[in-house]
Every structure is written in structure tokens, then in C-alpha cells.
């Protein structure tokens, strides 16, 4: 997996998605085609970065994942008033539509 900003022309719909799902979560995308969103998707990064794959597993767990959907809806909602770092389109504007 490698993290690409949805607002490079043509991310998307490499990935097989839309830019509304993309404004409205997270994706992963594995190499074979499997796709995860929001929670489901820093699940699989995570499990991706550290080479094992119980942490998606964890994920996918009926009462985790229910729990960590309603958690993630919410940082979603509210991403704007959170703190963080200057938005990679900001950084790299000739990079971004």
C-alpha cells in the first residue's frame, strides 16, 4: 500500500472508488484488490506498516468494529476543529486537482 492524497488527478478511480467516497473516509486498497474504509482502513495500514496481519483481524471483530465506526464517524465530522499537520494538498499544490 502506498498513502496517496484522493485530490491527485486520476486517485480515485485508480483505486476503484469515487472522490464523494473518498471525501467522506479513509480507503485502503490492498495489492490484491481488497478494500477497507474509514476505521477498517488505519486497521489495514497499520497491519500493513507493522507486518502483521491479527491487527485488520482485530478490526473486523463485531462489537470492535462497531465501536471504532462510530468513533471514526465522529473524528470525521469533526477533522476540521482537530489538530494536525498542514494538509498534503496544501504542502503540494501542483500535485493535487
Not at 72 to 89: D, E, Q, S, V
Request: charged share 20%; with cysteine.
Amino acid at each position: 500500500m502506498t498513502a496517496v492524497p484522493f485530490q491527485k488527478p486520476g486517485a480515485p478511480e485508480a483505486a476503484g472508488l469515487t472522490r464523494e467516497q473518498c471525501e467522506q473516509a479513509a480507503w485502503a486498497v490492498e495489492p490484491g484488490g481488497r478494500r477497507h474504509r474509514g476505521a477498517g482502513a488505519a486497521h489495514a495500514a497499520l497491519a500493513r506498516g507493522l507486518g502483521v496481519r491479527w491487527v485488520l483481524s482485530v478490526y473486523y471483530l463485531p462489537i470492535i468494529q462497531q465501536i471504532e465506526d462510530v468513533v471514526y464517524r465522529w473524528i470525521a465530522a469533526n477533522r476540521g476543529r482537530l489538530p494536525g499537520t498542514t494538509p498534503y494538498c496544501e504542502r503540494h499544490p501542483g500535485e493535487c486537482g
